[in-house]
């Protein structure tokens, strides 16, 4: 299937109110001007600074409790299942298959019946759907972990050697060269060990290994060689921006940050000359979200604004709120950029919550939140 031609974010201009807040800067501005943005044929484009004028209900953070969960779209769910549980050791959880009106609204996509999955490892879970119909896009073959449609989960593993051998075991497609272990120039990430690959359809997977000065103490366990999911990484245009965004305006702490660079890291990424300001950000429960800002080389492709969940490349971050409303309005008066059209109370619990809607971060994945 061909991949339609990508075009610049248009998305962002319609919500840069938000983006320039509580002294955060612009991803175009704070590179020091408006700057070419890469499309899929090589081609630049520009975006402009646009005028803001923000909120003031913007101005106060929406408190997300917890990351329960991420999830990702994909082609053909009992092969997606059979990779996940024999490969990495998840186990199912849960399985439906829905349609409706109800559902439309959420995904934003019309005609839509979808089966969705979860599936969990230690005490996360990950959700796979399949579009039934309609169905979208393949993930590009060239995607590189600089482009801005880059999304991993970090998988926590007990030993490096073993999780490798037993993915070289099922044949899987590498994008590392090999594990690589951070050395002591990194001191923020000295000697972590990890490893990128993908799974059938391309989506982006890392494991990882922490050293025991580093990580969530329950990473040190032996008791299995998949442990769990310790983060999801985005790939972002600026920081700042993104701080603006998951911090300022959604209530995530930063946990911490790193300045990342190197012969292991270009081999991590598979980026050539690769360096990576790398933010770290928590709720008060579940998982990490963590921020790919590429110094070097500069930011790759954007994430087309033509996007819809169907596509292959679409992931998204399910957040927990109080009050779905509340957030909802608020996002609304900041200008975020809604995927669902409005917030939509589902008639059961298939999805395990009531309420929920998804948006799109500044630069373009996709945030779910939801009330239990």
Do not use: C
């Not at 070419?36 to 646009?50: F, N, W, Y």
């Not at 996940?84 to 839509?112: A, C, M, N, P, W």
């Not at 790193?258 to 950000?281: K, W």
Request: hydrophobic share 40%; aromatic share 8%.
């Amino acid at each position: 299937m061909k991949f339609f031609k990508y075009t610049t974010l248009a998305l962002l201009t319609a919500s840069a109110s938000l983006w320039l807040q509580s002294g955060a800067i612009n991803a175009i501005a704070s590179r020091g001007q408006a700057a070419p943005v890469m499309t899929l044929q090589g081609r630049s484009a520009t975006i402009a600074s646009p005028n803001l004028q923000i909120a003031q209900a913007a101005l106060q953070s929406i408190q997300v409790q917890a990351v329960p969960t991420v999830g990702m779209t994909v082609s053909d769910m009992e092969q997606s299942i059979r990779f996940y549980t024999e490969v990495l050791s998840f186990q199912k959880i849960s399985d439906v298959e829905v349609h409706g009106r109800d559902y439309e609204r959420l995904q934003g996509v019309f005609g839509v019946r979808l089966r969705r999955v979860e599936l969990q490892l230690g005490d996360e879970v990950i959700e796979l759907t399949q579009y039934l119909t309609p169905q979208g896009r393949p993930i590009p073959g060239d995607s590189r972990s600089n482009d801005l449609w880059f999304q991993h989960i970090a998988i926590v593993v007990s030993d490096m050697d073993a999780a490798y051998a037993r993915l070289r075991q099922f044949n899987v497609q590498h994008v590392s060269t090999g594990p690589q272990t951070l050395p002591d120039s990194i001191p923020a990430a000295a000697g972590i060990s990890a490893f990128y690959f993908q799974d059938p359809d391309g989506h982006n997977l890392e494991i990882i290994a922490y050293p025991e000065d580093k990580g969530d103490p329950r990473w040190q366990s032996n008791e299995s060689l998949f442990l769990g999911i310790d983060h999801t990484a985005i790939g972002v245009a600026d920081t700042a921006t993104s701080l603006a965004f998951y911090q300022d305006l959604l209530g995530l702490e930063v946990a911490g940050e790193s300045m990342n660079f190197g012969t292991e890291q270009e081999h991590l990424n598979n980026v050539f000359g690769a360096r990576l300001r790398i933010s770290g950000l928590r709720a008060e429960g579940g998982i990490a979200v963590e921020f790919l800002d590429y110094l070097s080389p500069a930011t790759g492709r954007p994430y087309p604004a033509d996007s819809t969940p169907i596509d292959l490349w679409h992931w998204d971050i399910t957040m927990t709120v109080a009050d779905a409303e509340a957030a909802a309005q608020r996002l609304q008066q900041a200008g975020v950029p809604f995927i669902s059209s409005g917030v939509v109370e589902l008639p059961n619990n298939d999805f395990g919550f009531r309420k929920g809607f998804l948006v799109r971060d500044p630069d373009g994945h996709a945030v779910r939140i939801i009330e239990r």
